[in-house]
């Protein structure tokens, strides 16, 4: 639990930095999303940039947690020890990530223990990323790399990364594996007014593309 919350922490501030929304911890899993200002219904030139602005800091955001990872104290290694004695150190820890982009639903659903969350394809889309991506990488599909299209000089991939996966309940999908992201050129911070906050965020989500990441 100390880990978890050290790491989490870490997490919560850097979500912070990227203006990324936290929905909640489930487990070891961090779910968040940033939702872009569509000013056009989602349809113009300014509302796709938007939304690849938003693609390009919660992908930041991810990789971001991947160097943070591996600054967290892990709690001592009961089996290393055993077989290793004389150098008993944890094995190392490391973060899988999936990352999936479009509309979703949000609110509080029931009376007792009640928490804000998010909905829809989009969402189980990410968790199936997720669990079938490899470590320290980003898994997506080919078509938020299309959305990504004017920052596609800031992304590298995983060599044989392309593939085609089958995800329970969705079907076979074209995926990549993203394996590192460079900010653009000249620009070593995130567009404020390209997000939505927290607040903002309940009357909006439901019409606009948001991107959700799981790690």
Known sequence: ISMLNELFALMDAAAARFRIVKIKCIGDCFMSLKAPLLKAGGK??????????????????LFHSFELV?????????????????????????????????????GVVGFDKFLYDVFGDTVNTAARFES???????????????????????????????????????????TVLISNVRPPKGDNSTDQGTAIT?????SSISTNHSTVGRS
């Not at 509302?47 to 690849?52: F, G, I, Q």
């Open 70 to 106: 591996q600054t967290v104290m892990l709690p001592f290694d009961d089996v290393a020890a055993e077989e290793d004695p004389e150098n008993p150190l944890p094995r190392d820890l490391e973060l899988r990530a999936g990352m999936n982009a479009g509309p979703c639903a949000s």
């Open 132 to 174: 079938s991506g490899k470590p320290s990488c980003v898994h997506t599909s080919k078509e938020v790399i299309t959305l990504l299209d004017d920052f596609k000089d800031c992304l590298d991939f995983l060599p044989d990364g392309e593939r085609v996966v089958s995800l329970k309940g969705i079907g076979e999908v074209e």
């Open 198 to 202: 927290f607040a903002e965020i309940h």
């Open 44 to 61: 113009s030139r300014s509302d796709l940039k938007n939304v690849a602005r938003c693609g390009l800091d919660m992908l930041r955001f």
